[in-house]
């Protein structure tokens, strides 16, 4: 991979990550239309996720420390113990990224063979970019979008976190999965995004790390330059999104994500049976 390319696969983790369309799917579209790359990886693709969540976390600062700082002390031990009650909505919140984050990392350590080889087949990527768009116009549609982020309990949370754990299939994505279920739930749709963000943060920061360190060099490999100037390009485009997405939500529906995710899924079948695409 040269610095061109990972420069292109940078814009397009940025601008995919945090929009319900799937970054991991679009990663692999792009890298198999450029002659000669291929499938950049799993390890590619998580590690430039860093450089999104970079963003999440500059761009939530306020809020994570905000949570964090009342998550510690509302702790019934320690130097700050039982000063802010469980119920305060920050200390909830603090729960709900721990807890939720869980069925990620343990689906992820028991299926990471899988995710390596079988959940890469782009037919797979192809049906689950369709399914999840119809699931998400569904919810939009049906969703009564009247609870804050601030009321959502400890068990919705934990249901998103499963919800966030589908996106290790490629093509499901990691915001539509927690969007789709959050407005399910009946959560407004900033809501549902926001608490995809911050669910976001351990999880993908997590991957990242541990791909990085634990790659053993069987899948594709990529030099390190091109790797940090991917995951650099990631995080500035990424930021951008992120702001533009948080405002568009607010007076926007879903459905030009889902109508684009299902053209997206016929040209992928389309590419896959002319022989443009690799089923792996």
């Known amino acids: 991979m040269g610095i061109f390319e990972a420069i292109i696969l940078g814009i397009v983790q940025g601008l995919t990550e945090f929009l319900p369309i799937s970054s991991s799917a679009h990663l692999r579209i792009v890298g198999d239309l450029f002659p000669g790359l291929g499938d950049p990886g799993v ?34 031990f320690g130097p700050w113990k039982n000063q802010v009650p469980q119920t305060d909505p ?10 939720g984050t869980l069925p990620i990392v343990i689906l992820g350590l028991l299926l990471e063979d899988a995710i390596d080889s079988v959940f890469r087949n782009m037919f797979i990527t192809a049906a689950m970019l369709a399914i999840f768009a119809i699931f998400l116009g569904i919810a939009d549609r049906i969703s009564t979008r009247r609870l804050a982020i601030e009321q959502m309990s400890i068990r919705d949370g934990v249901v998103l976190g499963f919800a966030q754990s589908m996106a290790l299939i490629p093509g ?19 809501a549902a995004a926001r608490v995809s963000f911050l669910l976001a943060i351990p999880a993908v920061l997590g991957s990242g790390f ?7 060099g069987t899948g594709p490999q990529v030099a390190l330059a091109p790797l940090l100037i991917a995951t650099l390009v990631a ?6 999104v992120i702001v533009w997405f948080l405002r568009l939500v607010e007076t926007m529906s879903y459905m030009p994500f889902v109508i684009y995710r299902l053209i997206l899924a016929l040209a992928v079948v389309v590419l896959l049976t002319q022989g443009l695409l690799n089923v792996y």
Do not use: C, M, N
């Not at 541990?210 to 053993?216: A, G, L, M, N």
């Open 172 to 190: 499901v994505s990691r915001s539509g999965g927690t969007i789709t279920v959050g407005l399910l739930l009946g959560y407004t749709r900033s």
């Open 235 to 240: 995080f500035i485009v990424g930021y951008a």
């Open 210 to 216: 541990y791909r990085f360190i634990s790659d053993d």
């Open 90 to 99: 920050d200390v909830r919140l603090g729960w709900i990224v721990i807890f």
């Open 43 to 76: 390890t590619f693709t998580a590690v430039t996720q860093i450089g999104t969540e970079a963003a999440v976390i500059l761009y939530f600062w306020k809020d994570i420390v905000r949570i964090i700082h009342a998550w510690f002390r509302a702790l019934p």
